[in-house]
């Protein structure tokens, strides 16, 4: 069982910066890849960002080079950090995990292949 807790979020004007974190109560963090997704008003939940234990990571398009996905196996945390934000960022922001250990184990991007998720954290960007 994987419990996460998301925090951090908030509202920012447009090009401003925020960071959100997540906290993962499990016992074996490193077997996990972790992921930040994102859900605005009227729209599926969609990737920002995955990352794996050995912290290679892939970003969306609509996001790279502009937030950066890091985590710590010391303190079982994610973290995101999120810059020139834009109003089309606006969302709740949402952190999962995906048991990815083992032969033949890969991140994935996919919203189904992650089976636990926090409660989500709201971003709002305003122009």
């Known amino acids: 069982q994987v419990q996460l807790v998301e925090s951090g979020g908030g509202s920012v004007q447009a090009v401003g910066s925020l960071r959100l974190s997540c906290v993962a109560s499990?016992?074996?963090?490193?077997?996990?890849?972790m992921g930040w997704f994102r859900q605005a008003p009227g729209k599926e939940r969609e990737v920002v960002a995955v990352?794996?234990?050995?912290?290679?990571?892939i970003y969306a398009d609509a996001v790279n080079e502009r937030f950066t996905i890091s985590r710590d196996g010391a303190k079982n945390t994610l973290s995101l950090q999120m810059g020139s934000l834009k109003p089309e960022d606006t969302a709740v922001y949402y952190c999962a995990a995906d048991y990815c250990w083992g032969p033949g184990a890969t991140m994935t991007r996919a919203v189904a292949d992650h089976g636990y998720w926090g409660q989500g954290t709201q971003v709002t960007v305003s122009s």
């Open positions: 990352i794996d234990s050995d912290g290679k990571t």
């Open positions: 499990v016992s074996d963090y490193s077997s996990y890849c």
